[in-house]
């Protein structure tokens, strides 16, 4: 199976190379990457440029919704992976998620905890990640996708994107891709997997992720019960 690796991004100079670096330091590397700008401002696309065989798109309606959905429609391989511009990826992250792939068709996406780099220490293990992951086998009866690292089918994609939401403001994007793949097949989380990302998010602004985030969320599988 072969494999492409999608990186939305929106004026990520300050991370993007260190996301890139890793990705090439991958003992088996991605067949195809995609990096899809969404009106970048900064010298992020200028940074990208620097690597090869980097295919870079461009999204022009604002969000992580569309940009997110442009990389995958680009994608033309078996597999999608997906991460972010502030992910550092451990050196086994493609050949992990290819192998998880190959040796169960049933599987239809991958997930695998998350530890915040620039945070206080005990964001820096897997536990926040691995509490999420319980909350979500326990709620919607699956592990949730994680948008810093996860992986999906194309052929699985191309069933599920026309169900999908497209309201940033009222879902979490990547949850919403896992709720709507639960019936196409199993969500595989690979503990041993570990990516690092930034907690910028939480540092800059805590409101939204400590109140507005679990309220869209809360609102999101309400509007989601039908299919959990």
């Not at 990389?71 to 992910?87: E, L």
């Not at 493609?94 to 239809?108: D, Y």
């Not at 206080?120 to 897997?126: A, G, L």
């Not at 949730?144 to 599920?160: D, F, H, Q, R, Y």
């Amino acid at each position: 199976m072969k494999i492409s690796v999608v990186i939305p991004v929106y004026n990520e100079e300050k991370r993007i190379k260190d996301c890139l670096d890793s990705l090439m330091k991958q003992e088996e590397k991605p067949d195809e990457v995609i990096v899809v700008d969404n009106n970048s401002t900064d010298s992020t696309v200028s940074i990208i440029k620097k690597y090869k065989d980097i295919k870079i798109v461009y999204e022009k309606k604002q969000g992580i919704t569309p940009t997110r959905n442009k990389g995958f429609d680009t994608a033309k391989y078996d597999i999608i992976a997906r991460c972010d511009a502030d992910s550092i990826l451990p050196n086994n992250w493609v050949k992990k998620i290819k192998e998880v792939f190959s040796k169960n068709e049933k599987v239809v996406g991958f997930t695998n905890p998350i530890v915040f780099y620039d945070l206080p220490v005990i964001t820096q293990s897997s536990l926040p990640s691995d509490v999420f992951y319980y909350f979500s086998k326990a709620i919607i009866g699956i592990p949730t996708l994680i948008g810093p690292s996860l992986g999906i089918t194309k052929k699985a994609w191309l069933k599920v994107k026309k169900e999908l939401c497209s309201d940033d403001k009222k879902v979490h994007e990547d949850i919403d891709l896992a709720i709507h793949l639960k019936k196409y097949g199993e969500i595989f989380f690979e503990p041993s997997v570990i990516v690092q990302i930034s907690g910028r998010r939480i540092k800059y602004n805590p409101t939204s992720f400590f109140i507005e985030y679990p309220l869209r969320l809360i609102k999101m599988l309400k509007s989601h019960r039908h299919l959990l």
